[in-house]
């Protein structure tokens, strides 16, 4: 059975810090990866998504991938109370995208 | 882009009513459009996959005679809720993707449907 394991939080962060988000899949043949926003009562939104090793940058988002440690991590510079969440990340293992339970961030004005 | 609209965004309903609820991708060609279920504080759960054509794939657990899923064209998938009961009450979610079975592009939502079954 494939996994996608996340922390479920709640993980609390003064505004203006970084928030760091993480996660760990095991299939170490996934090569897609994907980050996404659902607030409380509303549908997923796609935040980031990254294919390589390395870092991809959008705004005040990085999100972070190792595959030979297997784990995928989204930062977010100067949080904002309205990046308060929950955070899921997906992993695309033999065709088939596969879910985290998500992480709850609360940021604290 | 990469936008998807759902409707109705909510229905409220007698027991025994069916209920269709639309997704359509509006700037995109959706080869592939999933249905979600999701119920309070829980994680999103996946009921089926539809390829435009092709009959919908079904999770185990969920019942294809109560939940039709039709995806006629590359634009439009349909999710009707047979002779629905309070069970089955929840936040329906669709979401679409362009590419084969095998692609890697990200799935984009729709804003859901919020189904309550008196």
């Known amino acids: 059975q494939k996994e996608v394991e996340q922390n479920s939080g709640p993980l609390s962060v003064p505004e203006g810090a970084i928030a760091s988000l993480n996660c760990t899949y095991s299939?170490?043949?996934?090569?897609?990866f994907f980050w996404y926003r659902q607030y409380s009562g509303k549908s997923p939104e796609l935040i980031m998504f990254?294919?390589s090793n390395g870092d991809k940058e959008d705004g005040r988002f990085t999100a972070q991938l190792n595959k030979a440690s297997q784990y995928v991590s989204l930062l977010i510079r100067d949080s904002q109370p309205s990046d308060s969440a929950t955070y899921l990340c997906?992993?695309?293992?033999?065709?088939?995208?596969?879910w985290g339970a998500g992480t709850k961030l609360i940021i604290k004005p | 882009g990469a936008v998807v609209s759902q409707h109705p965004s909510w229905v409220i309903c007698k027991s025994g009513t069916s209920v269709k609820i639309e997704c359509r991708s509006l700037?995109?060609?959706?080869?592939?459009m999933f249905w979600y279920r999701q119920f309070p504080k829980q994680s999103l759960m996946l009921m089926a996959t539809?390829?435009?054509?092709?009959?919908?794939?079904?999770e185990q657990g969920v019942e294809k005679d109560k939940f039709l899923i039709n995806h006629a064209s590359l634009t439009l998938s349909t999710l009707t809720v047979t002779s629905a009961h309070p069970e089955d009450s929840s936040f329906y979610i669709c979401?679409?993707?362009?590419?084969?079975?095998?692609?890697?592009?990200?799935?984009?939502f729709g804003d859901g449907t919020r189904l309550s079954i008196l």
């Open positions: 979401s679409a993707r362009w590419g084969s079975s095998h692609s890697n592009q990200p799935q984009h």
């Open positions: 700037d995109f060609q959706a080869t592939t």
């Open positions: 539809s390829n435009e054509g092709s009959k919908a794939t079904y």
């Open positions: 299939d170490r043949g996934s090569q897609s």
């Open positions: 990254i294919y």
């Open positions: 997906a992993v695309i293992s033999n065709y088939q995208l596969i």
